[in-house]
């Protein structure tokens, strides 16, 4: 009977043991840190729902998270994503509605003529605040959003439980706002599980997951005159600049999974060995304004393809090809003047996979 107890309490100590050291805690420093060593480095997209949807309903401690098991595809990228300090000089003028900034991530698109974008945070020990968004075009400023009071994105330290809420109004966006009409944004989120995250490239690094959502409401005096739009996300961080995220639609159906390694991680052969992308994928301005952007896709062989775009709450917008290719590029034309400023996804699915890329629309 004594060596039973003491076998199992020996497996209650390991126990403890192994669900102690999986976890980790992340604090606004080593955020800052991970997000600058993941600030363009390699970052990768895939269109496979079916594995999404078993990361998501994994929960809980001592997780693992396969991310190996997806076909994951280059991501494009199209801009360059720094962190600065606030003020930061003529470029950003000061504004009296980012007055409690003090850092601005700052976007700026490989094309020239396309719009740099400040995002405005008041960043310290206990979160991240967003206080809204800007752009300059050219040297012609425009406010994309204002919140007040700041949206709450991380609440510091993050670990296992951590929980926060934040409630906005949008003040001032790049529509205007009739008196009388109150925008609201609501984010529930949860760091709802930990373990491992399995990197597609080999390997594996203890990680947090954070779950969030997100409700647009709009009201007029005080009355709310339609359902909120409410979306989902759920990031998998870590202190190393690894990352993964899945976002989905009201119904909780994957719209967009993504990867990221840290810069100087590997090549994109290192980070996926085994991976054998049928189509080469890109899209000609991105983001785009008023006008008109193509996509550009390679096929290895004549067979059918699908490209279909939906909005950022998994929306259908427009079947933008369906029926059989020819070997070689396609070029499908995408007229932006019609689409409302906003993040779009197409998805192109061909060959056995499907490869999804992000489409920005500005004004």
């Not at 396969?66 to 994951?72: G, H, L, P, Q």
């Not at 850092?103 to 206990?126: E, G, H, L, R």
Request: aromatic share 8%; hydrophobic share 40%.
């Amino acid at each position: 009977m004594k060596t039973i107890v003491t076998i199992v309490l020996l497996s209650s100590v390991l126990l403890l043991t192994q669900r102690s050291a999986a976890q980790i805690t992340i604090s606004s420093d080593d955020f800052l840190t991970g997000f600058n060593a993941s600030n363009n480095g390699a970052t990768f997209d895939s269109g496979d729902t079916t594995i999404s949807k078993g990361l998501l309903a994994t929960n809980g401690v001592n997780c693992t998270w396969d991310f190996t098991k997806m076909a994951f595809t280059p991501s494009i990228s199209s801009s360059t994503t720094t962190m600065i300090d606030y003020p930061g000089g003529a470029a950003l003028a000061n504004d009296p509605a980012f007055t409690s900034a003090n850092k601005v991530m700052k976007d700026v698109p490989t094309d020239p003529t396309q719009a740099i974008t400040y995002t405005f945070y008041t960043i310290n020990s206990t979160g991240w605040y967003m206080l809204g968004i800007t752009q300059d075009s050219v040297g012609t400023k425009t406010k994309i959003a204002s919140y007040s009071p700041a949206l709450q994105q991380y609440k510091f330290p993050l670990t296992y439980q951590t929980v926060w809420k934040s409630t906005s109004s949008v003040t001032q966006s790049i529509f205007p706002i009739p008196a009388g009409v109150d925008v609201g944004a609501v984010v529930n989120s949860v760091v709802d599980s930990y373990g491992a995250l399995l990197l597609p490239g080999g390997g594996s690094q203890p990680s947090i997951r954070v779950r969030s959502s997100m409700a647009i409401t709009f009201s007029v005096f005080g009355l709310q005159v339609a359902p909120p739009l409410i979306t989902y996300s759920f990031d998998w961080l870590t202190k190393t600049g690894y990352s993964a995220a899945i976002a989905t639609d009201s119904a909780g159906k994957p719209i967009n999974v993504s990867y990221t390694a840290p810069k100087g991680s590997g090549s994109v052969a290192s980070l996926f060995p085994m991976m054998d992308d049928p189509m080469t994928v890109r899209l000609s301005n991105n983001p785009v304004s008023n006008g008109e952007t193509q996509l550009y896709y390679t096929m290895k062989a004549d067979g059918n393809a699908q490209v279909s775009m939906m909005d950022a709450l998994g929306h259908d917008v427009r079947m933008l090809q369906n029926g059989r290719v020819s070997a070689g590029q396609n070029i499908i034309p995408i007229d932006a003047s019609a689409l409302t400023p906003g993040t779009y996804f197409l998805h192109i699915a061909a060959e056995g996979t499907t490869v999804t890329r992000k489409l920005v629309v500005t004004r």
